[in-house]
């Protein structure tokens, strides 16, 4: 019987997936549901043919030092900002990762949020909870109209337009800012303007972009100024893009009406003016989070694992820039 090729899971990754593994990899050690240590990612690293990390794990030069077999990275997500690329590729390791398969959650996320913002959702919930609603009345909880509104998306690559088609239900114009104008699917009218004018004129602005050195703090004190006092902000890129110092002054002195978060900049820990603003919606990074949508992110990794380990170019390699 011929070896199988090692594999190390930096952590638990959905059943499904896990099922799928002891048929093709030998595990460098079982994956918990939780964040490995710096000594268990160096001694996965220094053994294993292949490694399928996530978002929360750097990967660095230093880590990639004790990779001494490792032929192919497979990143538990879209963005990849978490792995030095330049330093695998000198060391001649493929990295990988999972695009359009998490574009469709993650844009139904963002709508979840938005549409929570405007009509005070989390709000209303905790209040019924608390025993304390005495029915009806004219002036409880007053929210936005999101319908006929203005939806501002920066970055409109895959997410941002699933997001931009979704607005179409709810009769909104949709204007973007990006490096570019893209060409626009047939029947639809959205409008590429400079980032300034895109805040200006918002309502909801809807942030999709990769954290790259050009987008931390993208939107910082000067831009949130740009902003309607009645706008909202919606996140589900990367944390990083928003100074989030600078948001939590922004709803402090109402410069914008409030903001819908999925992703934070010192992630899992969130800035703590935010955390006691009822004009705040916070999730748990959900922005991937679907049993279909996990799954199928991890059936790519493996995917991926398999083209390199058998001499194929893998389908979703990440180029050295």
């Known amino acids: 019987m011929v070896d199988r090729p090692t594999l190390f899971i930096t952590r638990l990754l959905p059943q499904p997936v896990m099922d799928a593994i002891p048929r093709h990899y030998q595990l460098i050690a079982e994956p918990v549901d939780g964040p490995s240590t710096a000594e268990q990612l160096r001694h996965g690293f220094a053994q294993a043919d292949a490694v399928i990390c996530t978002l929360n794990d750097r990967i660095d030069a230093s880590l990639l030092a004790h990779a001494t077999k490792l032929k192919i990275i497979a990143n538990y997500a879209v963005g990849y900002n978490n792995i030095d690329v330049s330093a695998a590729a000198r060391r001649g390791i493929t990295i ?21 913002l405007a009509r005070r959702v989390v709000e209303a919930d ?27 998306i920066i970055g409109m690559g895959r997410i941002g337009q699933a997001v931009a088609q979704r607005a179409s239900g709810f009769r909104m114009s949709v204007l973007y800012a990006g490096r570019h104008p893209i060409d626009r699917p047939t029947g639809v009218t959205w409008e590429w303007h400079p980032l300034d004018v895109v805040l200006a004129k918002s309502d909801f602005l809807s942030l999709h972009v990769p954290l790259t050195d050009a987008t931390r703090h ?17 996140n589900t890129s990367r944390g990083p893009v928003i100074d989030e110092a600078a948001l939590a002054a922004a709803l402090e002195t109402r410069t914008i009406a409030g903001a819908g978060l999925d992703v934070y900049e010192q992630e899992p820990v969130i800035f703590p003016g935010l955390i006691p603003r009822p004009n705040v919606v916070l999730l748990p990074h959900l922005g991937s989070a679907t049993d279909e949508t996990r799954v199928q992110m991890g059936r790519i990794c493996l995917d991926n694992i398999a083209a390199v380990l058998e001499g194929r170019p893998a389908p979703n390699r990440v180029l050295c820039v």
Not at 99 to 114: F, I, K, R
Not at 218 to 234: F, N, Q, V, W
């Open 96 to 116: 990988t990762n999972t695009p359009d398969v998490l574009t469709d959650a993650t844009a139904d996320l963002t709508w979840a949020l938005l549409l929570a």
């Open 126 to 152: 905790a209040w019924v909870r608390t025993g304390d609603w005495s029915g009806w009345t004219p002036t409880q909880l007053l929210g936005a109209d999101v319908s006929g509104k203005i939806l501002g």
């Open 218 to 234: 993208l939107i910082g004190r000067r831009e949130l100024a740009l902003m309607k006092s009645t706008a909202y902000l919606i």
